[in-house]
Protein backbone atom coordinates (compact mmCIF):
# COMPACT_ATOMS: atom_id res chain seq x y z
CA UNK A 1 0.00 0.00 0.00
CA UNK A 2 3.24 2.21 0.70
CA UNK A 3 4.15 1.61 -2.55
CA UNK A 4 0.96 2.79 -4.54
CA UNK A 5 0.81 5.90 -2.38
CA UNK A 6 4.83 6.84 -3.11
CA UNK A 7 4.08 6.02 -7.16
CA UNK A 8 1.07 8.61 -6.86
CA UNK A 9 2.52 11.16 -4.67
CA UNK A 10 5.58 10.70 -7.51
CA UNK A 11 3.26 11.81 -10.23
CA UNK A 12 1.62 14.41 -8.06
CA UNK A 13 4.61 15.83 -7.02
CA UNK A 14 6.13 15.95 -11.13
CA UNK A 15 2.11 17.75 -12.05
CA UNK A 16 2.92 20.49 -9.10
CA UNK A 17 6.48 20.95 -10.41
CA UNK A 18 5.05 21.23 -14.10
CA UNK A 19 2.62 24.06 -12.92
CA UNK A 20 5.13 25.48 -10.72
CA UNK A 21 7.89 25.47 -13.49
CA UNK A 22 4.99 26.96 -16.17
CA UNK A 23 4.04 29.94 -13.58
CA UNK A 24 7.48 31.18 -12.92
CA UNK A 25 8.66 31.08 -16.39
CA UNK A 26 5.48 31.48 -18.61
CA UNK A 27 5.55 35.76 -18.83
CA UNK A 28 9.27 36.07 -19.67
CA UNK A 29 9.08 32.99 -22.36
CA UNK A 30 5.64 34.88 -23.70
CA UNK A 31 7.84 38.21 -24.04
CA UNK A 32 10.34 36.36 -26.06
CA UNK A 33 7.91 34.96 -28.15
CA UNK A 34 6.10 38.04 -29.00
CA UNK A 35 9.40 39.80 -29.61
CA UNK A 36 10.55 37.33 -32.31
CA UNK A 37 6.97 36.37 -33.86
CA UNK A 38 5.47 40.22 -33.23
CA UNK A 39 2.18 38.02 -33.24
CA UNK A 40 0.14 37.34 -30.11
CA UNK A 41 -1.24 33.90 -30.99
CA UNK A 42 2.29 32.65 -33.20
CA UNK A 43 4.19 34.08 -29.47
CA UNK A 44 1.24 31.29 -27.58
CA UNK A 45 1.88 28.70 -29.85
CA UNK A 46 5.38 28.72 -29.24
CA UNK A 47 5.50 29.12 -25.40
CA UNK A 48 2.82 25.83 -25.59
CA UNK A 49 5.37 24.02 -28.22
CA UNK A 50 8.43 24.88 -26.05
CA UNK A 51 6.43 23.16 -23.10
CA UNK A 52 5.77 20.09 -25.16
CA UNK A 53 9.48 19.86 -25.37
CA UNK A 54 10.37 20.16 -21.52
CA UNK A 55 7.53 17.81 -20.95
CA UNK A 56 9.42 15.32 -23.12
CA UNK A 57 12.55 16.06 -21.72
CA UNK A 58 11.07 16.60 -17.82
CA UNK A 59 13.76 14.31 -15.93
CA UNK A 60 16.26 16.99 -17.58
CA UNK A 61 14.98 20.10 -16.80
CA UNK A 62 13.32 19.50 -13.73
CA UNK A 63 16.65 19.17 -12.12
CA UNK A 64 17.61 22.86 -12.91
CA UNK A 65 17.07 25.63 -10.83
CA UNK A 66 15.19 28.67 -11.69
CA UNK A 67 17.95 30.51 -13.68
CA UNK A 68 19.51 27.34 -15.33
CA UNK A 69 16.01 26.62 -16.37
CA UNK A 70 15.39 30.44 -17.28
CA UNK A 71 18.41 30.33 -19.57
CA UNK A 72 17.26 27.32 -21.31
CA UNK A 73 14.14 28.10 -21.31
CA UNK A 74 14.15 30.96 -23.82
CA UNK A 75 16.43 29.24 -26.22
CA UNK A 76 13.87 26.35 -26.29
CA UNK A 77 10.95 29.12 -26.85
CA UNK A 78 13.16 31.02 -29.47
CA UNK A 79 13.70 27.75 -31.31
CA UNK A 80 10.06 27.27 -31.09
CA UNK A 81 9.39 30.39 -32.50
CA UNK A 82 12.05 30.19 -35.70
CA UNK A 83 10.23 26.74 -36.01
CA UNK A 84 6.44 28.83 -36.61
CA UNK A 85 8.17 30.87 -38.56
CA UNK A 86 9.53 28.48 -41.22
CA UNK A 87 6.10 27.24 -41.25
CA UNK A 88 3.90 29.80 -41.59
CA UNK A 89 2.26 29.86 -44.92
CA UNK A 90 4.01 33.69 -45.74
CA UNK A 91 7.34 32.09 -45.45
CA UNK A 92 6.65 28.42 -46.40
CA UNK A 93 8.08 28.37 -49.32
CA UNK A 94 10.99 31.01 -48.52
CA UNK A 95 14.60 29.72 -47.77
CA UNK A 96 16.21 29.34 -44.02
CA UNK A 97 18.36 32.51 -45.69
CA UNK A 98 15.71 34.63 -46.01
CA UNK A 99 13.99 33.93 -42.72
CA UNK A 100 16.92 35.67 -40.92
CA UNK A 101 16.28 38.91 -42.57
CA UNK A 102 12.98 38.72 -41.01
CA UNK A 103 14.51 37.95 -37.76
CA UNK A 104 17.62 40.09 -38.36
CA UNK A 105 18.91 42.79 -35.61
CA UNK A 106 17.03 45.62 -34.88
CA UNK A 107 19.60 48.19 -34.00
CA UNK A 108 20.63 51.12 -35.89
CA UNK A 109 22.43 50.53 -39.18
CA UNK A 110 26.21 49.28 -38.86
CA UNK A 111 27.58 52.73 -40.10
CA UNK A 112 26.25 54.47 -37.36
CA UNK A 113 27.27 52.73 -34.37
CA UNK A 114 29.33 54.34 -32.30
CA UNK A 115 32.97 51.89 -31.10
CA UNK A 116 34.62 51.01 -28.09
CA UNK A 117 37.97 50.26 -27.70
CA UNK A 118 38.70 47.12 -27.14
CA UNK A 119 38.10 43.59 -28.70
CA UNK A 120 36.04 42.33 -26.39
CA UNK A 121 33.73 45.31 -26.08
CA UNK A 122 33.77 45.86 -29.92
CA UNK A 123 32.32 42.71 -29.84
CA UNK A 124 29.93 42.86 -27.22
CA UNK A 125 28.34 46.43 -28.84
CA UNK A 126 27.37 44.38 -32.22
CA UNK A 127 26.20 41.58 -30.63
CA UNK A 128 22.84 43.08 -31.58
CA UNK A 129 23.86 43.02 -35.01
CA UNK A 130 23.72 39.47 -35.53
CA UNK A 131 20.61 37.91 -36.98
CA UNK A 132 18.61 35.87 -34.02
CA UNK A 133 18.97 32.54 -35.85
CA UNK A 134 22.72 32.74 -35.68
CA UNK A 135 22.86 34.54 -32.36
CA UNK A 136 20.66 31.31 -31.37
CA UNK A 137 23.20 29.20 -32.50
CA UNK A 138 26.03 30.51 -30.97
CA UNK A 139 24.11 30.65 -27.92
CA UNK A 140 23.79 26.71 -27.69
CA UNK A 141 27.11 26.15 -28.63
CA UNK A 142 28.80 28.51 -26.56
CA UNK A 143 26.53 28.89 -23.47
CA UNK A 144 24.96 25.59 -23.37
CA UNK A 145 28.28 23.87 -25.27
CA UNK A 146 25.65 21.96 -27.45
CA UNK A 147 27.13 20.03 -30.36
CA UNK A 148 26.40 20.70 -33.94
CA UNK A 149 24.33 17.33 -33.91
CA UNK A 150 22.20 18.76 -31.14
CA UNK A 151 21.63 22.45 -32.19
CA UNK A 152 20.86 21.07 -36.10
CA UNK A 153 18.39 19.18 -34.23
CA UNK A 154 16.97 21.92 -32.18
CA UNK A 155 16.45 23.96 -35.26
CA UNK A 156 16.25 21.72 -38.20
CA UNK A 157 19.55 22.05 -39.48
CA UNK A 158 22.37 19.71 -40.21
CA UNK A 159 25.63 19.78 -38.76
CA UNK A 160 27.11 21.73 -41.65
CA UNK A 161 25.05 24.47 -41.65
CA UNK A 162 25.25 24.78 -38.33
CA UNK A 163 29.19 25.10 -39.15
CA UNK A 164 28.72 27.80 -41.56
CA UNK A 165 26.35 29.82 -39.88
CA UNK A 166 28.85 30.18 -37.06
CA UNK A 167 31.82 30.91 -39.31
CA UNK A 168 29.68 33.15 -40.65
CA UNK A 169 28.71 34.80 -37.37
CA UNK A 170 32.52 35.27 -36.80
CA UNK A 171 33.29 36.93 -40.20
CA UNK A 172 30.40 39.00 -39.58
CA UNK A 173 31.66 40.21 -36.46
CA UNK A 174 35.05 41.05 -37.46
CA UNK A 175 33.83 43.19 -40.34
CA UNK A 176 31.68 45.02 -37.82
CA UNK A 177 34.84 45.57 -35.76
CA UNK A 178 36.66 46.80 -38.91
CA UNK A 179 34.37 49.25 -39.66
CA UNK A 180 33.88 50.49 -36.43
CA UNK A 181 37.52 50.86 -36.16
CA UNK A 182 37.27 52.92 -39.75
CA UNK A 183 34.67 54.98 -38.68
CA UNK A 184 36.27 55.49 -35.20
CA UNK A 185 39.81 56.21 -37.34
CA UNK A 186 37.64 59.16 -39.14
CA UNK B 1 53.16 31.34 -33.74
CA UNK B 2 52.24 34.04 -36.11
CA UNK B 3 50.58 37.41 -35.44
CA UNK B 4 47.87 36.81 -37.09
CA UNK B 5 47.11 33.09 -35.70
CA UNK B 6 47.58 34.94 -32.43
CA UNK B 7 45.16 37.46 -33.31
CA UNK B 8 42.02 34.93 -34.54
CA UNK B 9 43.11 33.01 -30.94
CA UNK B 10 42.37 36.31 -29.29
CA UNK B 11 39.27 37.47 -31.23
CA UNK B 12 38.09 33.52 -31.16
CA UNK B 13 38.20 33.68 -26.94
CA UNK B 14 36.42 36.99 -26.85
CA UNK B 15 34.39 35.93 -29.25
CA UNK B 16 33.06 32.74 -27.03
CA UNK B 17 33.45 35.07 -23.81
CA UNK B 18 31.18 37.57 -24.92
CA UNK B 19 28.39 35.44 -25.97
CA UNK B 20 28.34 33.67 -22.75
CA UNK B 21 28.37 37.57 -20.62
CA UNK B 22 25.86 39.01 -23.39
CA UNK B 23 23.70 36.01 -22.84
CA UNK B 24 23.93 35.93 -19.17
CA UNK B 25 23.25 40.07 -18.77
CA UNK B 26 19.92 39.20 -21.31
CA UNK B 27 18.85 36.92 -18.77
CA UNK B 28 19.46 39.07 -15.41
CA UNK B 29 17.93 42.12 -17.62
CA UNK B 30 14.85 39.96 -18.01
CA UNK B 31 11.79 42.01 -15.11
CA UNK B 32 10.73 40.20 -12.63
CA UNK B 33 7.22 37.94 -12.82
CA UNK B 34 5.03 41.32 -11.53
CA UNK B 35 6.36 43.48 -14.01
CA UNK B 36 6.28 40.71 -16.55
CA UNK B 37 2.60 39.78 -15.61
CA UNK B 38 1.23 43.25 -15.82
CA UNK B 39 3.36 44.13 -19.40
CA UNK B 40 2.24 40.49 -21.04
CA UNK B 41 -1.36 39.59 -21.03
CA UNK B 42 -2.33 35.44 -22.13
CA UNK B 43 -5.42 35.06 -23.35
CA UNK B 44 -7.98 32.66 -21.16
CA UNK B 45 -8.01 30.68 -24.08
CA UNK B 46 -3.99 29.96 -23.83
CA UNK B 47 -4.18 29.18 -19.92
CA UNK B 48 -6.88 26.52 -20.94
CA UNK B 49 -4.86 25.25 -23.53
CA UNK B 50 -1.83 24.79 -20.95
CA UNK B 51 -3.85 22.90 -18.60
CA UNK B 52 -5.27 20.95 -21.03
CA UNK B 53 -1.17 19.41 -21.94
CA UNK B 54 -0.80 18.87 -18.06
CA UNK B 55 -4.00 17.29 -17.49
CA UNK B 56 -3.45 15.25 -20.79
CA UNK B 57 -0.03 14.63 -19.55
CA UNK B 58 -1.06 13.19 -16.17
CA UNK B 59 -3.16 10.96 -18.02
CA UNK B 60 -0.97 9.48 -20.31
CA UNK B 61 1.32 9.05 -16.70
CA UNK B 62 -1.47 7.21 -15.21
CA UNK B 63 -2.57 5.28 -18.41
CA UNK B 64 1.31 4.05 -18.90
CA UNK B 65 3.08 4.41 -15.13
CA UNK B 66 -0.20 3.09 -13.41
CA UNK B 67 0.48 -0.12 -15.33
CA UNK B 68 4.46 -0.33 -14.86
CA UNK B 69 3.96 0.33 -11.17
CA UNK B 70 1.33 -2.28 -11.22
CA UNK B 71 3.78 -4.64 -12.71
CA UNK B 72 6.54 -3.94 -10.69
CA UNK B 73 4.96 -4.01 -7.21
CA UNK B 74 3.31 -7.18 -8.53
CA UNK B 75 6.73 -8.49 -9.24
CA UNK B 76 7.91 -7.74 -5.88
CA UNK B 77 4.91 -8.80 -4.00
CA UNK B 78 5.19 -12.16 -5.80
CA UNK B 79 9.04 -12.55 -5.12
CA UNK B 80 8.05 -11.23 -0.90
CA UNK B 81 5.54 -13.99 -1.37
CA UNK B 82 7.63 -16.62 -2.59
CA UNK B 83 10.58 -15.91 -0.18
CA UNK B 84 8.23 -16.05 2.77
CA UNK B 85 6.22 -18.95 1.69
CA UNK B 86 9.24 -21.23 2.51
CA UNK B 87 9.59 -19.68 6.34
CA UNK B 88 6.36 -19.57 6.56
CA UNK B 89 4.88 -22.67 5.47
CA UNK B 90 4.01 -24.25 8.38
CA UNK B 91 2.27 -20.80 9.97
CA UNK B 92 -1.16 -20.72 8.74
CA UNK B 93 -1.82 -17.42 10.21
CA UNK B 94 0.84 -15.95 8.97
CA UNK B 95 -0.34 -17.00 5.56
CA UNK B 96 -3.92 -15.66 5.59
CA UNK B 97 -2.22 -12.38 6.38
CA UNK B 98 -0.06 -12.31 3.40
CA UNK B 99 -3.23 -13.49 1.50
CA UNK B 100 -5.15 -10.45 2.86
CA UNK B 101 -2.98 -8.10 2.08
CA UNK B 102 -2.65 -9.35 -1.76
CA UNK B 103 -6.45 -9.24 -1.80
CA UNK B 104 -7.15 -5.95 0.01
CA UNK B 105 -4.53 -4.56 -2.43
CA UNK B 106 -5.83 -5.87 -5.73
CA UNK B 107 -9.64 -5.21 -4.07
CA UNK B 108 -8.98 -1.47 -4.93
CA UNK B 109 -8.26 -2.26 -8.91
CA UNK B 110 -10.52 -4.38 -11.61
CA UNK B 111 -8.05 -5.12 -13.81
CA UNK B 112 -8.57 -6.33 -17.35
CA UNK B 113 -6.23 -7.89 -18.96
CA UNK B 114 -6.16 -8.71 -23.22
CA UNK B 115 -3.86 -10.19 -25.39
CA UNK B 116 -4.09 -9.57 -28.72
CA UNK B 117 -3.32 -11.27 -32.20
CA UNK B 118 -2.75 -7.48 -34.29
CA UNK B 119 0.56 -6.42 -35.98
CA UNK B 120 2.28 -3.14 -34.28
CA UNK B 121 1.00 -0.52 -36.99
CA UNK B 122 -2.42 -2.44 -37.86
CA UNK B 123 -3.99 -0.25 -35.52
CA UNK B 124 -3.81 3.28 -36.45
CA UNK B 125 -6.83 2.88 -38.90
CA UNK B 126 -9.46 2.46 -35.83
CA UNK B 127 -10.88 5.78 -35.24
CA UNK B 128 -14.73 7.13 -34.26
CA UNK B 129 -16.94 7.55 -37.09
CA UNK B 130 -19.50 9.18 -34.53
CA UNK B 131 -18.74 12.07 -32.35
CA UNK B 132 -21.28 14.10 -30.09
CA UNK B 133 -21.79 17.69 -32.27
CA UNK B 134 -19.57 20.03 -31.18
CA UNK B 135 -16.41 17.80 -30.62
CA UNK B 136 -13.01 17.91 -32.69
CA UNK B 137 -9.70 16.24 -32.65
CA UNK B 138 -7.98 18.09 -30.24
CA UNK B 139 -4.44 15.91 -29.80
CA UNK B 140 -3.51 12.68 -31.82
CA UNK B 141 -0.64 10.35 -31.08
CA UNK B 142 0.51 7.45 -32.57
CA UNK B 143 3.09 5.09 -31.05
CA UNK B 144 4.10 1.83 -32.44
CA UNK B 145 1.06 -0.01 -30.73
CA UNK B 146 -1.03 2.60 -28.88
CA UNK B 147 -3.07 5.64 -30.51
CA UNK B 148 -3.76 7.89 -27.86
CA UNK B 149 -6.90 10.30 -29.25
CA UNK B 150 -8.06 13.58 -27.21
CA UNK B 151 -11.69 15.28 -28.75
CA UNK B 152 -12.96 18.58 -26.96
CA UNK B 153 -15.65 20.34 -27.14
CA UNK B 154 -16.36 24.21 -26.66
CA UNK B 155 -17.26 23.75 -23.39
CA UNK B 156 -14.39 21.65 -22.56
CA UNK B 157 -15.66 18.72 -21.76
CA UNK B 158 -13.14 15.74 -23.31
CA UNK B 159 -13.17 12.13 -24.84
CA UNK B 160 -10.17 10.17 -24.83
CA UNK B 161 -10.02 7.06 -27.28
CA UNK B 162 -7.40 5.03 -27.12
CA UNK B 163 -6.76 1.73 -29.67
CA UNK B 164 -3.91 -0.48 -28.60
CA UNK B 165 -2.85 -4.18 -30.06
CA UNK B 166 0.28 -5.58 -28.11
CA UNK B 167 0.47 -9.36 -26.05
CA UNK B 168 0.01 -7.96 -22.77
CA UNK B 169 -2.61 -5.08 -22.52
CA UNK B 170 -4.09 -4.15 -18.48
CA UNK B 171 -6.58 -1.70 -18.04
CA UNK B 172 -6.88 -1.10 -14.01
CA UNK B 173 -9.98 0.90 -13.23
CA UNK B 174 -10.26 1.50 -9.72
CA UNK B 175 -13.54 -0.22 -8.06
CA UNK B 176 -14.47 2.84 -5.37
CA UNK B 177 -15.82 4.92 -7.89
CA UNK B 178 -16.94 2.77 -10.76
CA UNK B 179 -20.22 0.13 -11.19
CA UNK B 180 -19.03 -2.58 -13.98
CA UNK B 181 -21.15 -4.68 -16.37
CA UNK B 182 -20.94 -7.20 -19.40
CA UNK B 183 -21.61 -5.52 -22.43
CA UNK B 184 -21.97 -6.30 -25.97
CA UNK B 185 -20.78 -4.07 -28.99
CA UNK B 186 -21.35 -4.96 -32.80
CA UNK B 187 -20.50 -8.58 -31.55
CA UNK B 188 -17.64 -7.76 -29.58
CA UNK B 189 -16.96 -7.97 -25.92
CA UNK B 190 -17.10 -4.64 -24.25
CA UNK B 191 -17.03 -3.47 -20.33
CA UNK B 192 -18.51 -0.96 -19.39
CA UNK B 193 -17.29 1.19 -16.25
CA UNK B 194 -20.48 3.74 -14.96
CA UNK B 195 -18.60 6.22 -12.28
CA UNK B 196 -20.13 6.97 -9.71
CA UNK B 197 -18.22 10.46 -8.62
CA UNK B 198 -18.60 13.16 -11.10
CA UNK B 199 -14.40 13.49 -11.11
CA UNK B 200 -14.25 10.32 -12.65
CA UNK B 201 -15.09 9.15 -16.37
CA UNK B 202 -17.14 6.87 -17.68
CA UNK B 203 -15.50 4.05 -19.90
CA UNK B 204 -16.01 1.11 -22.83
CA UNK B 205 -13.60 -0.84 -23.13
CA UNK B 206 -13.70 -3.55 -26.14
CA UNK B 207 -11.87 -5.99 -27.49
CA UNK B 208 -12.02 -7.59 -30.72
CA UNK B 209 -9.15 -10.26 -30.46
CA UNK B 210 -6.85 -7.78 -32.66
CA UNK B 211 -7.60 -4.51 -30.88
CA UNK B 212 -8.86 -3.18 -27.49
CA UNK B 213 -10.54 0.33 -27.66
CA UNK B 214 -11.53 2.21 -24.99
CA UNK B 215 -13.43 5.28 -24.64
CA UNK B 216 -13.26 7.32 -21.81
CA UNK B 217 -15.42 10.69 -21.23
CA UNK B 218 -17.45 12.27 -18.37
CA UNK B 219 -20.77 12.15 -20.96
CA UNK B 220 -23.30 9.49 -20.28
CA UNK B 221 -22.66 6.05 -20.50
CA UNK B 222 -25.35 6.21 -23.49
CA UNK B 223 -23.32 8.86 -25.95
CA UNK B 224 -19.66 7.46 -25.49
CA UNK B 225 -21.37 3.88 -26.37
CA UNK B 226 -22.60 5.05 -28.99
CA UNK B 227 -18.64 6.66 -30.02
CA UNK B 228 -17.11 2.67 -29.47
CA UNK B 229 -19.52 1.56 -31.93
CA UNK B 230 -19.41 4.17 -34.64
CA UNK B 231 -15.46 2.41 -34.82
CA UNK B 232 -16.83 -0.62 -36.19
CA UNK B 233 -19.44 0.95 -38.64
CA UNK B 234 -17.77 2.03 -42.00
Redesign the interface.
Known amino acids: ?L??YC?MLD?EH??DE??KI?E?H???M??YA?KMTKD?ELA?DA??NA??SI?NHKEKYFSLNH?EF??LS?VIVKNKCIDLLRKEKHYAQVPFEELELYLDGDEEPIEEQVIAKT??ID??NN?KNLDEISRQV??M???FDMSYKEIGKELNMTPKHIDIRIMRA?EK??KLIKMDEKYYEQ | MSNDKINNA???A???????????E??DS?PN?VE??Q??I??PA?EL??KR??EQ??QK??LF??NN?FRQ?AI?LIAIATLLFGTLLINSEARAAIKNVIIE?YDKFTSFSFVTTSSQTSHANLYPSYLPEGFFEESAEIYDNFTFIIYMNGDNERIIFVNSTGSSINIYIDNEHHLFEDHIINGHTAYLAKSTDPDFDNAVIVTTGEYVIEVWSPLSLDVIIKVAESVFEK
Open positions: MLLATERLTYEKHAFMLNEVHFLIKRCVTYIRMLIKYYKMR | IFEFFRQAIKDDYREIINLSKYLSFRMLFEKKTERFAIW
